[in-house]
T-cell receptor, first 112, second 115 residues
Framework: DAKTTQPTSMDCAEGRAANLPCNHS???????VYWYRQIHSQGPQYIIH???NNETNEMASLIITEDRKSSTLILPHATLRDTAVYYC?????????????FGRGTSLIVHP | ETGVTQTPRHLVMGMTNKKSLKCEQH?????MYWYKQSAKKPLELMFV???????ENNSVPSRFSPECPNSSHLFLHLHTLQPEDSALYLC??????????????FGPGTRLTVL
């Protein structure tokens, strides 16, 4: 059961901002939005997560809409090394055992 | 370097062989996971261990046998595999499966080829 939908692929010019959208229209009030990425043939890497406020760290910014039904991951100055598959996941904030389910994600290609 | 190591990085085995994959995490986490990633497919969860106890077995065939002797080590024992089991096997750890601090840290994976 896919709780998120993402475009299959996107491309971006090196040095420009990459904006990756994610729809999670059935998100519950206690569910966080997580982003991971997977560079070819490597393990996924955690990027960022948020509940309802926008978040920023050294890797990216996460913008969550006020109704929380969608979010955007922003890589402010994309580099060639940002070429990867980006996964958007929703998960409960706490309680019980939860296992993140990785869908097909968005394949981002950063070109020179 | 994520603090999760996996060995070997590459493994080629015949269908009658027995081999083991090893995962070790240096993060003090309590939960460890095995995932399988076949070519052009999403990650598939195989097993979850929390405090050394198996809490998830995602209908994995018995030719895959996990072992978690302590919270830092996780093994995947392989025997009589099939060619369709060829895939990237990923290990991950997290502080615990539930709770607010649940980002997973993944190892580099073992690329398995079954001949």
């Amino acid at each position: 059961d896919a709780k998120t939908t993402q475009p299959t692929s996107m491309d971006c010019a090196e040095g420009r901002a990459a904006n990756l959208p994610c729809n999670h229209s059935t998100i519950s009030g206690n569910e966080y939005v997580y982003w991971y990425r997977q560079i070819h043939s490597q393990g996924p890497q955690y990027i960022i997560h948020g509940l309802k406020n926008n978040e920023t760290n050294e890797m990216a910014s996460l913008i969550i809409t006020e109704d929380r039904k969608s979010s955007t991951l922003i890589l402010p100055h994309a580099t060639l090394r940002d070429t990867a598959v980006y996964y958007c996941i929703v998960r409960p904030a706490s309680g019980g055992s939860y296992i993140p389910t990785f869908g097909r994600g968005t394949s981002l290609i950063v070109h020179p | 370097e994520t603090g999760v190591t996996q060995t070997p990085r590459h493994l080629v085995m015949g269908m009658t062989n027995k081999k083991s994959l090893k995962c070790e995490q240096h993060l003090g986490h309590n939960a460890m996971y095995w995932y399988k990633q076949s070519a052009k497919k999403p990650l598939e969860l195989m097993f979850v261990y929390n405090f050394k106890e198996q809490t998830e077995n995602n209908s994995v065939p018995s030719r895959f046998s996990p072992e978690c002797p302590n919270s830092s080590h996780l093994f995947l024992h392989l025997h009589t595999l099939q060619p369709e089991d060829s895939a990237l096997y990923l290990c991950a750890s997290s502080q615990d499966p539930g709770g607010s601090y649940n980002e997973q840290f993944f190892g580099p994976g073992t690329r398995l080829t079954v001949l």
